[in-house]
């Protein structure tokens, strides 16, 4: 088998990114940058772009350091930390924008050479010079990639030659006076940075030939960051000298001036014709192969992933570069190409350094060759947005909602790839915090935020059991569900990986799922009440089927008396398989003066219940038994201020009961028999007496329709329901 030709740090990253750093802009566009920005504004210019590109650069770096990079350059790295929808929005963004600055590029050289040579200035004559000069370009990267690479060293010559010969030149443009700030009516400084900014994306011409590298993870630190460190030498030191060697309204009018200034005109033109086609080429290069990567993960369609020859030479790929470059090319104007250009780099860039940021604050396993502090990172991101924001926030907005359209394209194409991405960590590390966070915490009066362990099995109406079971637990609670398969002979546990369920009704409801041997049901319930959970957010709350039939079990009456003393509040849900909740529009909450803290962990479950979906519409009813003498108005009001206290906006009944004395259970059958959820308070009793109670519960429930019995633990508030003290 033919070796692969393979390229090293000068060839394969410093030489095409520096090259492309040093393009239409320098030459064509950084004297009308001084001469509206006044020179200390062109430097500020610079400045800020290059901590863009200086961040981006190190960011980009580091990760490239971490992870074996594969051909697709910034896609490549994208895709892997981030995920397939965010690297593949950005890397479709990066490449149209690495397509259409390829037009910028050779505009810029049209304008050049169309007036070196006293051709048409017309934006047709520019497009005409434009397209040859694409056509020649596309020609050479098809005959041979190695061709092209090896032409750019002659072209980093010619470059380096015009530099020298625009220093020696003469100084016939000199001003009476340097011009240090904007001149009133120049154009704004939001404008003028739009328009240079593309001059310091080139260092990613390099990184896109990350598949054609012998070493990927020295090449792309190496010479990423010493192409931008020569550029931003180069940018300062033509800025100085510009702005001391040529009167201002020069610069802002003519843009050949470097050529009347050189010693030696040639050489400078040769240094623009040089840079610019250099720049495209560096384009067109390395846009088929991002393309090329991201066909190959099934992002954009299989067509741009083949290739030919041992090399694999993306052509196909090429071609669309080629149709996009001569898209840009017909719009024919270098300023309007440069501001559309800009804000596909910023929003690329911003994802770049927020993607390495993430890498070293969440992953663990993060550990690059190439060290740099995260909140460099973060300062990229940071100032890519805020650029974008003060240039035009239209476009910002605009290229936003492309580059989201194209995640959520993404998303839904669910593309999968042999990679894991950054995000699990992130959610890991901001679990991991906020669980602290919350431990240290130690606010016993807080508000209740039901964290459940729910115990059911597959049947016909367990998902109402679910919904109710998530609907209780409110927004921010956790419900974690048991499904407890009782192995008395094989004591062999579930794998953990058959333990876990993430499937079906689970994952729509957002219910944690666990499938669970175990030798006995009610050991096991105690089990894991006592073991399951963690710092922070430890289950609270136990939620289970109301036990018919289990009167007389003593396990189960153990069973209980130990979730009570461990102190969980305790929900247990006699469903009507026939009722079911009805229509869900009706919940009654049942008081009696025994009920001082179940009364106030009814309230929150009917807060909850009434925030899910089904039971947005819900009217609530507090009904209190009164068995005294005392005024039912009296009564009325201190329950109305209980209820006010707790946000809860319910109906007060009072039923009098002094004279009749009809047991509580009868008059529930008398008031909720078409109620659609019954809920009511367990009272404390001695432990003995639990199966006379579940007997008379039992009777209850062949009368009324679902129910749901609650006994509340320590941490819940005691609301006064004793009215002996407030008799008037």
Known sequence: MPDIKKFGTFAGVFTPSLLTILGVILYMRLGWVIGNAGLFGAIIIILIAHVISISTGLS?????????????????????????????????????????????????????????????????????????????????????TSVALKSQFFILAAIAVSLVSIFLGTHDFTPHSVSLLPAEGAVSLEIVFAIFFPAVTGFTAGIAMSGDLENPKRSIPNGTLWAIGVGLVVYISV??????????????????????????????????????LSSALGGILGGPRMLQAMSVDRVTPRIFAKGRGENREPVNALLLVFLIAEAGILIGQLDVIARVVSMFYL???????????????????????????????????????????????????????????????????????????????????VVNKGLKRIDNKQNVNASWNPNVILFSRESDHQSYLLELSKAVSGRTGIVTNFDLIIDNKNKIPLKRSEQTVRDGIYKNLGIFARRIKIENLYSGITNIAMTFGFSGVEPNTIMMGWPKGLEDSVEYETMTENLLHLDYNLLYLDFDIKKKFGNYKTVDLWWRETDSKNAEMMLNIARFILSSPKWDHTSIRVLFINNTDINPIIIHNK?????????????????????????????????????????????????EQQASYIVSANQLFETIGSALLVKAANNFNVLDLDFINTKS
């Open 60 to 144: 980009i770096s580091s990760v490239a350091t971490d992870k074996k990079i594969g051909a697709g350059g910034i896609y490549y790295v994208l895709s892997r930390s981030m995920g397939i929808p965010i690297g593949g929005a950005i890397g479709i963004a990066l490449y149209v924008g690495t397509a259409f600055s390829i037009a910028l590029y050779l505009v810029g050289f049209a304008e050049s050479f169309n007036g070196y040579f006293n051709f048409g200035m017309g934006i047709n004559d520019l497009r005409i010079t434009g397209t040859i000069a694409l056509v020649s370009l596309t020609a050479l990267a098809l005959i041979s």
């Open 639 to 687: 329950i109305a201020k209980l209820v006010d206290d707790l946000r809860v906006i319910v109906e007060i009944k009072i039923i009098e009961n002094v004279k009749e004395q009809i047991p509580f259970f009868e008059i529930i059958k008398n008031y909720s028999a078409k109620t659609n959820l019954t809920i009511i308070g367990i009272p404390n009793y001695k432990i």
């Open 347 to 429: 929003a690329a860039y911003a994802f770049i350094n927020i993607t390495f940021f993430l890498e070293s604050w969440a992953n663990p396993d993060f550990q690059p060759s190439f060290k740099v502090k995260r909140w460099i990172g973060l300062l990229g991101f940071v100032a890519c947005f805020v650029v974008m924001f003060k240039l035009d926030m239209v476009a910002m907005m605009g290229a936003l909602a492309v580059i989201g359209g194209l995640y959520f394209w993404l998303q839904r194409k669910e593309v999968k790839i042999k990679s894991t991405d950054i995000w699990k960590s992130v959610w890991e590390n």
């Open 239 to 276: 800025a100085i000298f510009m702005a001391y060697t040529v009167d201002s309204e020069v610069l802002k009018s003519d843009y050949n001036i470097l050529m009347k200034i050189a010693i030696f005109a040639p050489a400078v033109v040769a240094g623009i014709w040089g840079a610019t």
